[in-house]
Every structure is written in structure tokens, then in C-alpha cells.
């Protein structure tokens, strides 16, 4: 299925006034249909895999903005450290140390968000209160890193006060910690709630790109 131009321009009409990043998630969809939306005036995408992000930021123009969304493990940070500009799912102390010395290392300054887990699901990523509480205490000390926030997924459910619920629970948070900063919720079927609910980033994939192959 191709770019979806119109979905994409009456998300953009729809976010203008709202204090609403969009974030266009290109996972598995190819360098063209990045273009397309990157000549639409789109500069901020996601991605999910390391070196998926590695071979498509080395064709596609230098001003977008990368985002890495996925789960990240530590030792595949130094791949995408001289480019990525967010990422969004930090989830241990050991990965934010690690960004801030790969940052150093390249003279850079990386964002992130630390990923809360707030679904009831037990098989998505994030970090419980304890976990948050060290890792910010951390956060004076690595100076190549900017934590601006948290980022979370609401559980796979059509039931929408379940997922306000989960969104209301990342927004206590994000006041407590981060009252100022980024707050990543929101995806394709979900993310009129989170907005809703005081989301500043939206990520939203198969509602501009169309459905997804499951990976092999
Ligand atoms: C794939 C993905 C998205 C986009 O999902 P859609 O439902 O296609 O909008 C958003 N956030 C994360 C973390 C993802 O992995």
C-alpha cells in the first residue's frame, strides 16, 4: 500500500494549534515513502531496528530528525550515536550510561525518554517507579544526554478506558519528573485518547504508511 497523502495532511491540520509533535514511524517501509512525506515537509521519523535506521539514514537527507522507538540493547548503541536525535525507549540505567558515553564520543548531544511501563501486559518494555527513581537520580551526572521525558504504550486492547486509564498514569508521571518536557504516547489506533490526555508526540506508522508485513 502506498503513502497515505491525505491521512497525512489531515493529521498535520489536525495537530497545527496543538502542542503535538509528529513523529512518522517507517519501520519496513521503504526510502521512497520516507521521500514522499520528507517533501511534504515531514523531518522527524521512526524506526525500530538498528540497522534498518543505519542503511536508510545514510540515503535520505541530513536534516531528518531519526527517532529510534525500538527496544535498543546496549551494545548497538555506537551504530546509530553519530545521527539519532531521540530515543524514545530507554528502559535501564545501564543503556542511558551508555548513550551518554557513545554521545561523548561523537561530540554529540542525544534526547531520550525513559519508557514507562503502565499496560498490564507483561510482555511490553518499561521501567516500574523504583527503576525511574534511580535513573533520574542518575541523570546530573551524564552529561551528554538530555532526558526530556517518558514515552509508554498503552495495552493491546479495544478497550478505550483501559488505554486512557494507562495514558493519565504516564501523564502523572511525566508532571512529577518532567513537567516541562516530551511525553511520547499515542499510536495509530490510540492516539486521539492520548492527546487527550496531554501527549506532546504522537508515533503513528500504518495510518500514513498503510499496513505492515509481519516481520519473517
Ligand atoms: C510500530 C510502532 C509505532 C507505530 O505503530 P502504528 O500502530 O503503526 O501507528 C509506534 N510506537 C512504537 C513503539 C512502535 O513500535
Request: aromatic share 10%.
Amino acid at each position: 500500500m502506498a503513502v497515505q497523502v491525505d491521512k497525512y495532511l489531515s493529521i498535520v491540520s489536525e495537530l497545527k494549534n496543538q502542542n503535538v509533535t509528529l513523529v512518522a514511524v517507517s519501520k519496513t517501509k521503504p526510502v521512497e515513502d520516507i521521500k514522499a512525506l520528507y517533501e511534504l515537509g515531514q523531518r522527524d521519523f521512526g524506526e525500530n531496528y538498528v540497522q534498518e535506521l543505519v542503511d536508510k539514514q545514510s540515503v535520505l537527507p541530513e536534516d531528518i530528525r531519526w527517532h529510534f522507538i525500538g527496544h535498543l540493547q546496549s551494545n548497538k548503541v555506537k551504530y546509530i550515536a553519530p545521527f539519532v536525535y531521540l530515543i524514545h525507549g530507554v528502559d535501564s540505567l545501564k543503556l542511558l550510561k551508555e548513550i551518554n558515553k557513545q554521545a561523548e564520543k561523537y561530540g554529540r548531544f542525544i534526547h531520550c525518554l525513559l519508557q514507562a511501563y503502565i499496560a498490564k501486559e507483561e510482555t511490553k518494555f518499561g521501567m516500574d517507579e523504583a527503576e525511574i527513581m534511580e535513573v533520574v537520580q542518575s541523570i546530573p551526572s551524564l552529561p551528554n544526554i538530555h532526558v526530556a521525558g517518558f514515552m509508554g504504550m498503552a495495552s493491546f486492547t479495544e478497550d478505550d478506558t483501559i488505554i486512557r486509564q494507562e495514558f493519565q498514569h504516564l501523564k502523572k508521571l511525566q508532571d512529577r519528573f518532567f513537567p516541562d518536557g516530551i511525553l511520547s504516547m499515542g499510536m495509530s489506533s490510540d492516539f486521539q485518547i492520548a492527546i487527550q490526555e496531554g501527549s506532546t508526540m504522537i508515533r503513528i506508522g500504518s495510518l500514513l504508511f498503510g499496513a505492515r508485513q509481519k516481520k519473517s
